[in-house]
């Protein structure tokens, strides 16, 4: 069983992780000849389903075992892998790769780096900071020649490699035990619309939460429901409007996008074709409501846990093209685009799971 490669973009890979790491504490790695996939399923929240290219985050990618398509299933704690590669930040080259010691299994990052070293002057023994001082002849002292000394202002320096290493333990899973482990169920989407700026997004939800905390708090309702968090509402239309709203006995509050763009669907992904897209919930809902926002009708709505979704919004640190699909009252799917660069490069998908809280 092998697998090594080196990294082709750190920064990326470690807001990636990063992304993982808010959601969840151990994710499951399965790395194959084609894919490379990344998925968090927590006890409560957001479960995250990512496929990417190996060409995404990796170059010169190798792997091979004893199973099909040389897949490798791996537990990996998600804080110690981030924190590894915030260590290669600022990295001329970074490799990771499958080892063990001690009978351990691992995954060891070596990280290569340039460090300055300097040479600080010694103090002269004419001066007190390594100049010469200066001489003034005396009545007996008839030479007109001075000695002469170098002097080094900055001290030498020398730029030099570094090497370092950081393990980070983890588990080999056998194929039997992940064989059951599948991305949840969803029924048709009754809406699909791309959302806006997830950083902008991200601010808003985040300030509706902390005035819902808060004000739970100022009105004494108890640890317990504080610890809970407040549910935030996410409606779409297919008319191009999304609506994050926060309504509580104390307060009621929302933001409204408008002009946003609702993705057409391909008859050749949905089943039965032509006739399954005239039939599709979403075809059903663009007949009602309009692009004002104004209208009740033809909205999909979901509760969600505020604390939660800001923690999904985060990965909008990868940027990329996001599209939101409602399930009414049922669940919301995030589709996370990350386009790669590299000519030819096949295109990454975070696949984000949120099952809506009922009214």
């Not at 890979?13 to 968090?40: E, M």
């Not at 990280?111 to 002849?137: E, L, R």
């Not at 393990?167 to 969803?186: F, K, T």
């Not at 004494?220 to 609506?243: Q, Y």
């Amino acid at each position: 069983m092998r697998f090594r490669a080196e990294i082709r973009n750190v920064s990326t890979f470690t807001k990636f992780t990063a992304s993982l790491a808010s959601l969840g504490h151990i994710a499951w790695v399965r790395l194959d000849s084609k894919d490379v996939r990344f998925t968090v399923i927590p006890e409560q929240g957001t479960q995250v389903w990512s496929v990417l290219t190996p060409d995404a985050i990796f170059q010169e990618y190798t792997i091979q075992s004893a199973a099909p398509n040389n897949t490798i299933n791996l537990e990996v704690p998600l804080a110690p892998l981030q924190r590894a590669l915030k260590s290669a930040q600022n990295a001329i080259a970074a490799n990771i790769r499958l080892t063990k010691k001690d009978n351990i299994p691992l995954l060891s990052l070596t990280i290569t780096t340039m460090a300055m070293s300097s040479t600080q002057p010694s103090s002269s023994a004419n001066g007190q900071d390594g100049f010469a001082s200066n001489h003034h002849p005396t009545p007996n002292d008839s030479s007109e020649t001075f000695r002469e000394e170098s002097v080094d202002f900055f001290g030498s320096r020398q730029d030099r490699e570094t090497v370092i290493t950081q393990d980070v333990p983890i588990r080999v899973l056998a194929l039997a035990s992940v064989e059951g482990l599948h991305e949840p169920r969803c029924r048709e989407p009754d809406v699909h619309i791309v959302l806006p700026n997830l950083l902008q997004l991200k601010s808003i939800s985040d300030r509706f939460t902390k005035q819902a905390m808060s004000t739970k708090s100022a009105r004494g309702t108890g640890l317990a429901n504080i610890a809970r968090g407040p549910k935030l509402e996410l409606s779409g239309n297919m008319h191009g409007c999304l609506r994050l709203a926060l309504d509580t006995d104390a307060m009621k509050i929302s933001s409204l996008w408008t002009g946003l763009e609702n993705p057409e669907l391909d008859p050749e992904q949905v089943a039965e074709g032509e006739e399954g897209l005239a039939n599709h919930p979403s075809t059903r809902m663009k007949a009602l409501g309009d692009a004002s926002g104004q209208d009740e009708e033809g909205w999909a709505t979901v509760r969600i846990e505020g604390r939660d979704w800001g923690k999904v919004l985060s990965v909008g640190r990868l940027g990329g093209r996001v599209i939101a699909c409602f399930c009414d009252e049922h669940a919301l799917i995030l589709y996370v685009f990350l386009t790669n660069d590299e000519p030819g490069g096949g295109e990454s998908v975070l696949t984000y799971y949120i099952s809506s809280y009922s009214a």
